[in-house]
């Protein structure tokens, strides 16, 4: 764990398919802590779920605390003491990617896939498809637009 600014910051191991295609199993996911005030809708953001007692990475879909994995069928309601952070980037490979801005198309539109996979079963197909092309444009967005970082330069950009 350290501290960067006034903003504590840690790193977590994901490990799990509720947020494919975007994460994958042992990507290494920066969070840094704040207050659910600070929140906006379509930010990943870590808590405790308090029915399994594990740590879970989802997107937030509605407030107060309403969270979703991107590949999960359901959402949770959560309360904000179950709040531990909000993930701003993900190492793979030894490459950096920040997550995107909560105002960005990007976000926007994985949050609008995300809930479409609550709907009916070709809905959750379609949406489910449009996941997997979005993160390739969002994987090549980075790549062109140098989003992608060595950890050195990520760390520096905080």
């Known amino acids: 764990m350290g501290v960067v600014g006034s903003m504590k910051k840690f790193w977590i191991n994901y490990l799990g398919q509720s947020m494919s295609p975007l994460l994958q199993d042992d ?3 920066l969070i840094e802590s704040i207050n659910p ?3 906006n ?6 808590f405790l779920d308090q029915q399994s007692r594990e740590l879970t990475l989802h997107r937030l879909i509605e407030f107060p605390l309403q969270t979703k994995g991107d590949f999960s069928l359901a ?5 904000n003491e179950a709040l531990l952070g909000r993930a701003i980037g993900f ?3 030894d490459y950096f ?3 995107p801005a909560s105002h960005s198309r990007f976000t926007k539109v994985f949050l609008l896939l ?7 079963r070709t809905s959750r197909r379609i949406a ?3 996941l997997f092309i979005l993160t390739k444009i969002f994987q090549f967005y980075s790549d062109k637009t140098k989003l992608n970082y060595n950890k050195e330069q990520f760390l520096a950009d905080l």
């Open 37 to 39: 005030d600070q929140l």
């Open 75 to 79: 959402y949770e309601a959560n309360a």
């Open 114 to 120: 995300s809930k479409l996979r609550m709907q009916g």
């Open 91 to 93: 190492e793979r490979k």
């Open 41 to 46: 809708y379509g930010d990943v953001v870590l």
């Open 128 to 130: 489910l498809g449009m």
């Open 27 to 29: 990507d290494q996911i």
């Open 97 to 99: 990617r920040k997550f």
